[in-house]
């Protein structure tokens, strides 16, 4: 499965990008995923205040959520949490399922970690995915987002969210 998602990222971070954002600062290449609103995307690039933050949406208009722009970049460790690290973060709890995978590249780091909290049956109460993307000595790019397994939306901004990120390219001016 890993091996999967490596030769994904070196597709993705090869391919020619098909859309070029610029975004205040800077300008953001990445495949766009067919089920985000681009031009909603494009439309807050013209904004004068736009420079902590960018939202992404679903064409479908249902589901939004807000990338933030840290002022740092923020390192980024492949080294997994202990589970004490985990607990602090995410509570105590014995159904809570911990993934993690780390792409390190050129054009920045990509680390995406997936929290799975099961029900005491085994049933999947939610997925929560942490998105980081980080460029040495410029900027971090980070979202969450909390997903019920049940709403096909919440699934499609997900797989959305991590092609958005494993095909980012950010070069800040």
């Given amino acids: 499965m890993r091996l999967f998602w490596i030769i994904l990222l070196f597709i993705s971070c090869n391919a020619i990008a098909s ?32 420079k902590s933050e960018l939202t992404v949406k ?5 589901k939004a959520v807000k990338l933030s722009f840290p002022s740092e970049s923020n390192q980024l460790d492949a080294t997994p949490p202990t589970k004490e690290t985990l607990d602090e973060i995410k509570g105590r709890s014995s159904e809570l399922i911990y993934q993690s995978y780390f792409a390190k590249h050129q054009n920045g780091d990509v680390k995406i970690d997936t929290f799975i909290k099961q029900n005491k049956d085994g049933r999947v109460e939610f997925i929560e995915k ?26 499609i901004m997900l797989t959305s969210l991590e092609i958005f990120f494993l095909s980012l390219q950010v070069d800040w001016n």
Avoid: H
């Fill in 58 to 62: 679903l064409k479908s208009g249902k």
């Fill in 19 to 50: 859309d070029r954002i610029s975004y205040c600062n800077g300008i953001f290449t990445f495949i766009p995923p067919k089920n985000f609103d681009i031009s909603f995307i494009k439309a807050q690039s013209k904004l004068d205040n736009c």
């Fill in 130 to 155: 942490d998105f980081y993307f980080s460029k040495k000595d410029t900027y971090s790019i980070y979202a969450i987002y909390k997903a019920n397994p049940n709403d096909m939306n919440d699934a």
